[in-house]
């Protein structure tokens, strides 16, 4: 009886959180309609998702405007204005680093899955490997070190950013979309 009720949770708990946020997405997403005008919406025919068609749709609208000449000007521009703004320049500035190394092309957020002592010598966590110590930093520092996010579970977009010794880091033979599946399933999905 009691086996029966766990894999049952096992297989429903997964789908309900699933439907949980895609219902938080679309629902958030939905907000957009109130961009357009109420006399252009029909009340009888409230479609769920429409906000999130046009949201997409704005998204890469706006993508597509901002990829040529008056639109990198334009956001130019934008961005000048926000940074003379006292509160919102730190906080515009550090969303949009975060983003740009987020979404870039150029390189990957999380370069390497990484196997480090933490929260003590005697314990180890996955963590990713993020580039190395500034400059400042690491002329204040003994030997080689490198920096790593280190996630928390079952959430890995919080967490800790720590430099460590080289030394101290293993580099795993593991992709970081695996890494990552290993914690978001706090260990019970083990990578191939």
């Known amino acids: 009886m009691r086996k029966y009720f766990i894999t049952g949770l096992l297989v429903l708990v997964p789908l309900a ?3 949980w946020v895609l219902n938080l997405v679309i629902t958030t997403m939905d907000q957009s309609l109130l961009l ?5 919406l029909s009340k009888d025919y ?17 993508g597509l405007l901002t990829n040529n000449l ?17 509160v919102v320049s730190s906080l515009y500035g550090s969303v ?4 740009d190394t987020l979404f870039s092309d150029s390189g990957n957020a999380f ?8 929260p003590h010598a005697g314990s180890r966590t996955i963590a990713f490997l993020t580039g190395a ?21 079952p959430n890995p977009t ?17 992709s970081v979309d695996a890494a990552l599946k290993y914690i978001v399933s706090m260990g019970v999905v083990v990578p191939e």
């Open 158 to 174: 919080s967490g800790f950013f720590l430099m460590m010794p080289k030394k101290d880091v293993i580099e795993l033979d593991m």
């Open 46 to 62: 409230r479609i769920s998702g429409l906000g999130t068609i046009v949201t997409v749709l704005i998204v890469f609208l706006t």
């Open 70 to 86: 008056v639109g990198n000007f334009v956001i130019r521009q934008w961005e000048k204005l926000l940074h003379r703004i006292p």
């Open 96 to 99: 949009k680093q975060v983003s």
């Open 17 to 19: 959180i699933t439907a």
């Open 133 to 153: 110590p500034a400059t400042e930093v690491q002329k204040h520092l003994d030997d080689e070190y490198i920096s790593v996010y280190v996630p928390t579970t």
């Open 111 to 118: 370069r390497k899955a990484v196997l480090v002592p933490y």
């Open 36 to 40: 357009i005008p109420e006399k252009w």
